[in-house]
């Protein structure tokens, strides 16, 4: 048993390191085709093979390949929306998820190859519904271990590292793409293929923490039970200083008070009727605007995929290789914004956060149409550089929302119960935005234009404005932060109504 502890304390990956490279891969596989699909369909219609199609040709104004090009990526949502409530159901039941993160990997190698070889369109149709129900298992099971390996107070960094690593493979996908350009039609799949047999490899070595010996894992806990001590030796000295009434207690979220359901049995029976269900996720607001915020985001972010290809290819007559380059812009920004939205959540909470964020995402949004041959490709780019920094910093505290939701349900026993079935939802609200999305734009793009389309994305991310004031975080209050007691900032006013709590919960006594 020591040898074994030595070698998965030592040899094997740390678990957070390991979590946030695994994520990139199943990105890569959707923006991987995001610059060439047009280009692939056009071969197609002229009854050509993909290989034989001029790397220099652009797709001229044909709005026959923007509705295909459309209903080509919803494919793709449409399958992980298919998947998603089967693992979310399953990951909650599995007692190893290991297994079938490995099966889902296999399926994404099997589903490029058929891609990859696809000589019709219906082929292509029946390869991106594969990929998308591969990719809902591999990327539900993945949240929720990083859910359950982290402390609720760490969760929304955590999760902004992990889109840190959304947005690397939503970088790395169109200019891998552009291989297309200079290795041929199929170099950019055989990556891929590379790419997701290294990543089974990787998943072999995860270690799941419910599953293994507590010694395992000795260091991690070590370092975060010093953290917790210190934070509450700081929280005791505050509330002294502060001289707190003893009718005063202090609650670790201020949304426990607000919309934790009251418990009225801890029996085993009680304990089995009372599981975290869909049913019960939903009855909550902040759920409810969490799904709600990433539908919108996966509606526009992939409506601008789609047709900022078209785009570029035919106002600025871009090949494959340059509309690569450009994508660059959108998408680089997550790397600061992922980790900064997420720290500045757990510190001040997801409302604060999100709502100057979401306002200047949708003024972003609504101007990304101007720019033309006459303007030059300089202000496009400082306006997608823009709206991917801010559209980023709506994302990673939306992630953590959720899991305060799944930590809401199981504040009685502790447990984690739920998670997987959280994050179907999630994943099912951003592949259907992702399914919406990309068939409402290439039909608005043909029918209205570039611009009006844009104008129209934008209005609707600022539509959500009220639901993040209403929905997210606690009600009526901007800034949230993890314990008001911890906040040596805060002096105690005279004017506070004190709380009232039920005589059996414990208080913080003065004396």
């Not at 070590?222 to 502060?242: F, G, H, I, M, Q």
């Not at 129209?456 to 991310?461: A, D, K, R, V, W």
Request: charge should be negative; charged fraction near 15%.
């Amino acid at each position: 048993m020591q040898v074994l502890t030595l070698l998965h304390r030592y040899c094997f990956f740390p678990f957070n390191g390991l979590a946030n490279l695994l994520f990139p891969m199943q990105m890569v596989v959707y923006g991987i085709i995001v610059p060439i699909i047009p280009f692939i369909i056009l071969s197609i219609d002229m009854g050509k093979s993909p290989e034989d199609v001029d790397p220099y040709a652009t797709t001229g104004d044909d709005g026959q390949v923007s509705q295909q090009t459309g209903v080509l990526l919803a494919l793709f949502a449409a399958g992980i929306l298919v998947g998603s409530p089967l693992f979310g159901y399953l990951g909650d039941k599995m007692k190893r998820r290991q297994g079938p993160m490995l099966i889902g990997i296999l399926g994404l190698i099997a589903s490029t190859l058929l891609f990859m070889f696809s000589r019709h369109y219906y082929e292509l149709l029946i390869a991106r519904f594969l990929q998308g129900i591969a990719d809902s298992c591999v990327w539900i099971l993945c949240l929720c271990l990083v859910a359950e390996n982290f402390p609720k107070g760490e969760l929304g960094l955590q999760m902004g590292k992990v889109m840190v690593f959304y947005s690397v493979g939503m970088t790395s996908g169109p200019p891998i793409g552009a291989l297309y350009h200079q290795l041929g039609f199929k170099a950019p799949f055989i990556f891929c293929i590379i790419l997701a047999t290294i990543d089974f490899i990787m998943r072999l070595l995860i270690v799941e923490r419910r599953h293994n010996p507590k010694e395992w894992f000795e260091d991690m806990d070590r370092a975060y039970e010093a953290k917790k001590k210190l934070s509450t030796s700081d929280e005791k000295s505050v509330v002294e200083n502060a001289h707190a009434p003893s009718n005063i207690m202090v609650e670790a979220d201020p949304a426990v008070i607000e919309e934790a359901p009251t418990a009225v049995s801890t029996s085993p029976k009680d304990a089995i009727a009372n599981k975290v269900s869909v049913l019960k996720l939903l009855s909550h607001s902040r759920m409810l605007g969490a799904i709600g915020l990433t539908f919108v985001s996966a509606m526009v972010l992939s409506s601008i995929e789609l047709t900022l290809t078209l785009r570029l290819s035919d106002e600025w007559k871009y090949n494959t290789s340059q509309i690569g380059v450009v994508y660059l812009a959108e998408v680089l920004p997550g790397f600061v914004a992922g980790p900064l939205a997420g720290h500045l959540s757990d510190k001040f909470g997801a409302k604060i956060v999100i709502l100057p964020a979401l306002m200047v995402a949708s003024a972003m949004c609504m101007v990304l149409g101007l720019p033309n041959q006459s303007t030059t490709i300089a202000p496009m780019i400082v306006i997608l550089l823009l709206e991917g920094f801010f559209g980023s910093a709506v994302m990673s505290p939306i992630m953590s929302e959720i899991a305060a939701v799944v930590d809401l349900e199981n504040k009685e026993d502790g447990e984690s119960d739920g998670f997987a079935r959280s994050f179907a939802l999630f994943n099912m609200a951003m592949s259907g935005g992702t399914l919406v999305g990309p068939l409402m734009a290439g039909y608005v793009y043909s029918a209205l234009g570039y611009f009006w389309l844009n104008v129209i994305l934008g209005c609707i991310m600022a539509l959500c404005i009220p639901i993040v004031w209403f929905w997210v975080g606690v009600k009526g209050k901007l800034i949230q932060r993890p314990s008001a007691a911890t906040d040596p900032t805060k002096e105690p006013s005279l004017d506070e109504e004190p709380l009232s709590v039920p005589e059996e919960k414990p208080t913080v006594s003065t004396s």
